[in-house]
Nanobody
Framework: QVQLVESGGGLVQAGGSLRLSCAAS????????MGWYRQAPGKQRELVAV???????NYADSVKGRFTISRDNAKNTVYLQMNSLKPEDTAVYYC????????????????WGQGTQVTVSS
């Protein structure tokens, strides 16, 4: 059993900041990439940022220069620092982890958190 638990969402005014956290727990052998996705009402889920096990990062164009993803491998935790927030950043943010539960799994699998609401008021 693997669980991803997000925290840190909330309501903030435009121009403000929030920091999201996501901790993975349970039967985990090794985590590959961890990332953040978001889904706004009426829209498809989209990638926000991803970080590999080695620390390489990739961002959606819409958040480059404003958001920073990081991870603490010892804690199996990924963070998303969001600065200069805009109303269009309003969405449910989901944490994702691609991981092996055991040494003997044939391939890693994706796991998702339950989502945390981020609302940016104008």
């Amino acid at each position: 059993q693997v669980q991803l638990v997000e925290s840190g969402g909330g309501l903030v005014q435009a121009g403000g900041s929030l920091r999201l956290s996501c901790a993975a727990s349970g039967s985990i052998f090794r985590i590959n990439a961890m990332g953040w996705y978001r889904q706004a009402p009426g829209k498809q889920r989209e990638l926000v940022a991803v970080i590999t096990g080695g620390g390489s990062t990739n961002y959606a164009d819409s958040v480059k220069g404003r958001f920073t993803i990081s991870r603490d491998n010892a804690k199996n935790t990924v963070y998303l620092q969001m600065n200069s927030l805009k109303p269009e950043d309003t969405a449910v943010y989901y944490c994702n982890a691609n991981l092996w539960r055991t040494l003997w799994e044939r391939r890693p699998n994706d796991y998702w958190g339950q989502g945390t609401q981020v609302t940016v008021s104008s």
